[in-house]
C-alpha cells in the first residue's frame, strides 16, 4: 500500500465522526455572519494532518447564483471552504490567536472529479477537506507562514486538490506592514460609495444569474493576444465577499473575478463552463481607492491567464483553466 493509500486509508475513521449538525464559531473563520460559515467540525488525525467537516448552502444569494448545468458545487465555494478549514486548523492545533491577520501569497486548486461534485439538490451538500501542513516558520512560538494542502473529498471520492500558502501577522504586525506598503492610512471598504464604476456585464455571460455578483465591468476586447480587458469592481456592500470591512480587495473577491473573466473570455454558452484549475499570485495588496484593470490572455489547454493591474504594477496573477461540461441528459419519457 502506497502511502498516500494508507493516509487516506486512515483518514476513513475520523472522517466518518465527524458531525454535521451546527456551524463552527465564526470567530475561528473570520466571519461576522454566521449564514457565512460553512465548516461544522474538526478533528486532529495525526501530528500533522487534519480533517474538517463543511456543509454547503442550498439557498445562498453568491454560492447558489450559478448557471452552470449540470448544477455543480461552486468553485468559489470550494476555494471559501477550503479558506475556512484551513483558517480553523490554524486557530485550533497551530498555536494562531484569534486576532490575527492572514495573508495568502500563493493559492493553487484543481478539481479533478466534477461529477463527484454534483449537487445533490435535495438535500445539503456535505464533504470533508483533509488538511496537510508543512514547511512552517516559526518565531519562537509564533507562527509566521505555513502551506497547508487540501483534498475535498465528496461521498467518500477525492474531488480535487488545494494548496494554500499563507504568512501570519499580529494585528500590530498587519498594521506596520500595511502603512510602510502604502504610506497612508487605507479607507475601508464599508466606507467606499455603494455604487458600480461602470457597466457590469450581463450575469448570464459569466455564469451568474444576480447582477451583484458580477464583479467585472466595462469589458473590451481590443484583439491581439488579449482576450478582454476589464475594469475590477467588487460591490462595497456585497454581503459575502465584504462579510465584513476591509481596507483592500479580499483574496475571494480576486479569484471571482479571475473566474469571471476567464470563462467570459471562454465565450458563451457560460452555462456549460466550469473553471475547474485556479492558480494565483497575491503579490501586493489590492487597493479599494484606486482603479484595478483585469487583463485575459488564452492559454494553451482551455486555460487562460489572468492580470490584475493597479497604478502601473502587477498586484495579482491568476490563472484558471475553464472546462465545458456534458449537456443535461434529455429525461426519459417513463420519467426515468
Same mark, same amino acid.
Given at each position: 500500500?502506497?502511502?498516500?493509500?494508507?493516509?487516506?486509508?486512515?483518514?476513513?475513521?475520523?472522517?466518518?465522526?465527524?458531525?454535521?449538525?451546527?456551524?463552527?464559531?465564526?470567530?475561528?473563520?473570520?466571519?461576522?455572519?454566521?449564514?457565512?460559515?460553512?465548516?461544522?467540525?474538526?478533528?486532529?488525525?495525526?501530528?500533522?494532518?487534519?480533517?474538517?467537516?463543511?456543509?454547503?448552502?442550498?439557498?445562498?444569494?453568491?454560492?447558489?447564483?450559478?448557471?452552470?448545468?449540470?448544477?455543480?458545487?461552486?468553485?468559489?465555494?470550494?476555494?471559501?471552504?477550503?479558506?475556512?478549514?484551513?483558517?480553523?486548523?490554524?486557530?485550533?492545533?497551530?498555536?494562531?490567536?484569534?486576532?490575527?491577520?492572514?495573508?495568502?501569497?500563493?493559492?493553487?486548486?484543481?478539481?479533478?472529479?466534477?461529477?463527484?461534485?454534483?449537487?445533490?439538490?435535495?438535500?445539503?451538500?456535505?464533504?470533508?477537506?483533509?488538511?496537510?501542513?508543512?514547511?512552517?516558520?516559526?518565531?519562537?512560538?509564533? @507562527?509566521?507562514? /505555513?502551506?497547508?494542502?487540501? &483534498?475535498?473529498? $465528496?461521498? =467518500?471520492?477525492? *474531488?480535487?486538490?488545494?494548496?494554500?500558502? !499563507?504568512?501570519?501577522?499580529?494585528?500590530?504586525?498587519?498594521?506596520?506592514?500595511?502603512?510602510?506598503?502604502?504610506?497612508?492610512?487605507?479607507?475601508?471598504?464599508?466606507?467606499?460609495?455603494?455604487?458600480?464604476?461602470?457597466?457590469?456585464?450581463?450575469?448570464?455571460?459569466?455564469?451568474?444569474?444576480?447582477?451583484?455578483?458580477?464583479?467585472?465591468?466595462?469589458?473590451?476586447?481590443?484583439?491581439?493576444?488579449?482576450?478582454?480587458?476589464?475594469?475590477?469592481?467588487?460591490?462595497?456592500?456585497?454581503?459575502?465577499?465584504?462579510?465584513?470591512?476591509?481596507?483592500?480587495?479580499?483574496?475571494?473577491? @480576486?479569484?471571482? /473575478?479571475?473566474?469571471?473573466? &476567464?470563462?467570459? $473570455?471562454? =465565450?458563451?454558452? *457560460?452555462?456549460?463552463?466550469?473553471?475547474? !484549475?485556479?492558480?494565483?499570485?497575491?503579490?501586493?495588496?489590492?487597493?479599494?481607492?484606486?482603479?484595478?484593470?483585469?487583463?485575459?490572455?488564452?492559454?494553451?489547454?482551455?486555460?487562460?491567464?489572468?492580470?490584475?493591474?493597479?497604478?502601473?504594477?502587477?498586484?495579482?496573477?491568476?490563472?484558471?483553466?475553464?472546462?465545458?461540461?456534458?449537456?443535461?441528459?434529455?429525461?426519459?419519457?417513463?420519467?426515468?
Amino acid at each position: 500500500m502506497t502511502l498516500a493509500e494508507q493516509e487516506r486509508t486512515a483518514a476513513v475513521p475520523a472522517a466518518a465522526e465527524l458531525a454535521y449538525q451546527r456551524s463552527m464559531d465564526r470567530v475561528l473563520v473570520h466571519r461576522r455572519a454566521v449564514m457565512e460559515v460553512f465548516v461544522t467540525d474538526a478533528a486532529r488525525l495525526g501530528e500533522d494532518r487534519f480533517a474538517v467537516a463543511v456543509q454547503a448552502p442550498r439557498a445562498h444569494a453568491y454560492y447558489n447564483d450559478h448557471t452552470q448545468r449540470p448544477a455543480l458545487l461552486d468553485p468559489l465555494f470550494l476555494l471559501e471552504a477550503a479558506r475556512q478549514a484551513v483558517t480553523v486548523v490554524a486557530h485550533q492545533w497551530l498555536g494562531v490567536s484569534y486576532d490575527t491577520s492572514f495573508l495568502i501569497s500563493d493559492w493553487t486548486t484543481e478539481f479533478t472529479d466534477l461529477p463527484a461534485l454534483r449537487s445533490r439538490g435535495d438535500a445539503p451538500d456535505e464533504l470533508v477537506i483533509e488538511i496537510g501542513t508543512r514547511d512552517l516558520r516559526r518565531r519562537g512560538t509564533r @507562527l509566521l507562514a /505555513a502551506t497547508l494542502d487540501c &483534498a475535498f473529498v $465528496a461521498g =467518500g471520492r477525492r *474531488a480535487g486538490t488545494s494548496v494554500i500558502v !499563507a504568512g501570519y501577522l499580529s494585528r500590530d504586525g498587519y498594521q506596520a506592514h500595511r502603512a510602510k506598503s502604502r504610506g497612508t492610512v487605507p479607507p475601508l471598504s464599508s466606507e467606499r460609495p455603494d455604487t458600480r464604476a461602470g457597466t457590469p456585464v450581463q450575469p448570464a455571460l459569466v455564469g451568474r444569474e444576480r447582477p451583484g455578483n458580477v464583479v467585472l465591468v466595462d469589458v473590451e476586447r481590443p484583439g491581439g493576444p488579449l482576450a478582454l480587458r476589464a475594469l475590477l469592481d467588487v460591490p462595497a456592500r456585497h454581503p459575502a465577499m465584504y462579510d465584513h470591512p476591509l481596507d483592500h480587495v479580499p483574496a475571494m473577491a @480576486l479569484m471571482e /473575478a479571475a473566474r469571471q473573466a &476567464a470563462v467570459l $473570455a471562454a =465565450g458563451a454558452p *457560460a452555462d456549460e463552463r466550469y473553471a475547474h !484549475a485556479f492558480r494565483a499570485t497575491f503579490g501586493r495588496f489590492v487597493e479599494l481607492d484606486s482603479p484595478v484593470t483585469v487583463t485575459v490572455t488564452p492559454v494553451d489547454g482551455g486555460r487562460h491567464a489572468v492580470d490584475f493591474r493597479q497604478d502601473g504594477v502587477s498586484v495579482c496573477t491568476a490563472e484558471v483553466g475553464v472546462t465545458r461540461l456534458p449537456a443535461v441528459p434529455a429525461a426519459h419519457p417513463d420519467g426515468r
